[in-house]
């Protein structure tokens, strides 16, 4: 049912355990329909790397929650809609926001988790940031530039040699690169504001 090259990635613990949970069912859903692949392996991995980290610090946390965050928190990247104030992480939040909905997520979890998608590009999680925006943030952060790996030995390596995305780092810096800096997402018809 899902793509080979999640595989590996989905048998670990942490991601099997919510294999059967609906909510985290039609997030991973919705994330093999918008990102590409490549990306979308990124976002399995950022989960798997918050997860590490709040195994290891004994941190409480949403774990479905943080899963539809991974799942969604790059969406914002892909399509052509021009993104506006708060470029592709707040666009990211809203198409969670949207998705959530849909779920009946009450208004309380939904902050919480879209917070962590919008935020998550900021070069530190803000002080009161919940635990959901600081794993997020450290998830990715850790996945795409290796900041932060001395707090969970060797799982970065370990995690891209079950799923490897050779070159990734390069394509998606230059991919969020091309969007901060047009404001508008690659491939689009719109070029200036």
């Known amino acids: 049912m899902w793509p080979e090259a999640w595989q590996p990635l989905l048998g670990r613990p942490a991601l099997a355990e919510l294999l059967g949970h609906p909510l985290a069912g039609a997030a991973l859903t919705e994330m ?3 990102l590409p ?3 979308a ?3 399995l991995r950022a989960f798997l790397l918050a997860d590490a980290c709040a195994r290891s610090h004994g941190t409480a946390y949403d774990r479905v929650g943080l899963l539809a965050a991974a799942a969604f928190h790059d969406a914002g990247l892909v399509g052509r809609t021009p993104l506006g104030r708060g470029g592709f ?3 990211s939040a809203q ?3 949207r998705f959530l909905a849909r779920h009946q997520v009450g208004t309380a979890r939904r902050t919480t988790l879209t917070r962590a998608v919008r935020e ?3 070069p530190f999680p803000a002080r009161d940031a919940g635990p959901e925006a600081r ?3 450290f998830g990715v952060w850790l996945d795409v530039t290796g900041r932060g790996a001395r707090q969970v030995p060797r799982e970065r390596r370990r995690l891209a040699e079950l799923a490897p995305t050779p070159w990734f780092t390069v394509s998606f810096s230059a991919r969020v690169m091309a969007c901060g800096l047009r404001r508008v997402l690659p491939g689009s018809p719109v070029t200036h504001r």
């Open 32 to 34: 093999r329909r918008l």
């Open 37 to 39: 692949p490549r990306v």
């Open 41 to 43: 392996v990124h976002s």
């Open 89 to 91: 992480p707040f666009r």
């Open 95 to 97: 198409l969670l926001d």
């Open 120 to 122: 998550h590009m900021r």
């Open 135 to 137: 794993l997020l943030h």
